[in-house]
């Protein structure tokens, strides 16, 4: 496992440098679906004008986001509009494509049950990025963190809970090609990395399943606790 664990990624692959409000910022972008304004942008990531535009300015200067102006509908200057950098975007997805190929590769052909590996490698990646004071105490603070984690390596989390039912929808797979390949080792990463992370901050609350592409675009990860 030693020498499994030091293939998996600790931080973020791509927004390490520029930190976690500033990746997410940046993954908002990349999952629009068009140029988007600073009120949209706040509304995604829970920052104040002033500070989004300081991520934005810094992503811009790095080619990771472009700036656009809206159609002019009044008086005054037209709306700013921000979008990923076309350029951006793909040599992000070219770097964490080749970490897939790299880590599933590894993965499958150096155990005798892949899946069990790819499991226990995704935990202790799990474990590894969560603080020494992240303990937390309630399942909705637990499920917070998680979606966070989520968040920044770029599956696009989506909590939804209700009387009975505690799930977390994930938009986007940044593993995609390689879980095409090999979906069992891929998503048996992303399920350990989620169960590491839960298990690190001693949550109340567990992943129980992972159902992988229920939709073209969409897994479901369910909780329980």
Known sequence: ???????????????????ASRGRV???LQEADGPLGIKAICAHVGLHPNTA???LDALIEQQLVERTTGARTGPGRPRA???????????SARRYGLLAQLLVQYIATRSDHPAGAALEAGEAWGRSVVGADGAVRSAPAAVSALTAVLSDYGFAPEPVTTSDTRLILLHHCPFREAAEANRDVVCAVHLGL????LAELTAPVRVDSLEPFV?????????AG
Not at 1 to 19: F, L, Q, R, W
Not at 194 to 197: N, Y
């Open 1 to 19: 496992m030693d020498a499994m664990s030091s293939v998996i990624p600790t931080e973020p692959p791509d927004n390490t440098a520029i930190g």
């Open 26 to 28: 940046l993954a908002v």
């Open 53 to 55: 535009r300081f991520h």
């Open 81 to 91: 509009l921000y979008k990923s950098s076309s350029e951006g975007t793909a040599r």
């Open 194 to 197: 989620m169960r590491g992370v």
């Open 215 to 223: 939709e073209p675009n969409l897994c479901i990860a369910r909780l």
